[in-house]
């Protein structure tokens, strides 16, 4: 029987448990929900009802304010996780092949990671100006420091005995890149890259909140500021749903770039 087939097979059971599992877990939220309305009498501009969320959904997607701020702070964040991890892997490959660059930029990495990124967002945006690139930079630094230290890692695990075999059949730096090192890191440097996606949705919004005129951040603000709180929580399940999506996408290109790990273990 195709290894494919009974891999597809095997999985088929367990995403349909998966899928009935979540498909439950979301009911018995929706029904909490609506119980803790019925039981507390909170007005709606405290907690709304799912239906008053829902109506409010409907109403944001169809005069298309939902799409437009939603594909604002996508745009945000996708620019921000290309640029940060691109940054990361080029650095943490550096850091990881030198030990005295490491002690070099390790105390200002470090140091860095101290200072909450809500705290220069301010001074991001008085520096960059209001516009997408402050948002975008905003992204990149939050997304930075996970997919460094899984380079750093993944490059640092790689066996001596295979680096000793790939000297011994004299490949140059780049043979030794391209078929050693980089399939060897992907597993690890990819779940750095799963944080990084979910990651990169906060940097956004953070960026959004601080001076913004579009996006799911700006949305909020003025859910806020109306006491529209069911527009609130639209903007916040839009901003969960592209935190799923992105990790989503991540998950799946990890599954298709380590096909080898799964074949070599049946």
């Known amino acids: 029987m195709d290894i494919h087939l009974v891999r597809k097979l095997k999985s088929s059971p367990r995403r349909a448990t998966q899928f009935w599992t979540a498909l439950l877990s979301l009911f018995l939220a929706l029904a909490g929900w609506q119980l803790l309305i019925q039981f507390t009498d909170l007005p709606a501009f405290i907690l709304p009802s799912p239906a008053d969320v829902g109506t409010r959904f409907a109403r ?113 730096r780049w043979q030794t890149l391209r078929y050693l090192e980089i399939p060897a890191a992907l597993p690890v440097f990819l779940g750095g890259l799963r944080i990084g996606a979910a990651l990169s949705v906060i940097g956004a919004v953070v960026g959004e909140f601080v001076g913004a005129d579009r996006g799911l951040g700006f949305l909020i603000n003025v859910g806020r500021g109306q006491y529209d709180t069911a527009l609130v929580f639209v903007a916040i399940f839009a901003l969960v749903a592209l935190a799923l999506v992105l990790y989503g996408v991540v998950a799946w290109l990890e599954n298709y770039l380590l096909k080898w790990q799964a074949w070599r273990s049946q």
């Open 60 to 172: 944001a997607l169809t005069d298309g304010s939902l799409l437009r701020h939603t594909s604002v702070t996508l745009g945000e964040v996708l620019l921000g996780l290309l640029t940060g991890s691109t940054l990361a892997t080029v650095l943490g490959y550096l850091l990881a092949k030198s030990r005295l660059f490491e002690q070099l930029l390790a105390p200002y990495l470090v140091a860095s990671q101290a200072v909450p990124v809500v705290a220069i967002a301010p001074l991001l945006v008085i520096w960059f100006g209001p516009g997408i690139f402050s948002k975008v930079l905003i992204c990149a630094l939050i997304v930075f420091f996970p997919v460094l230290v899984n380079t750093i890692v993944g490059v640092r695990a790689v066996p001596n005995a295979l680096r000793d075999l790939m000297r011994s059949l004299r490949a140059t």
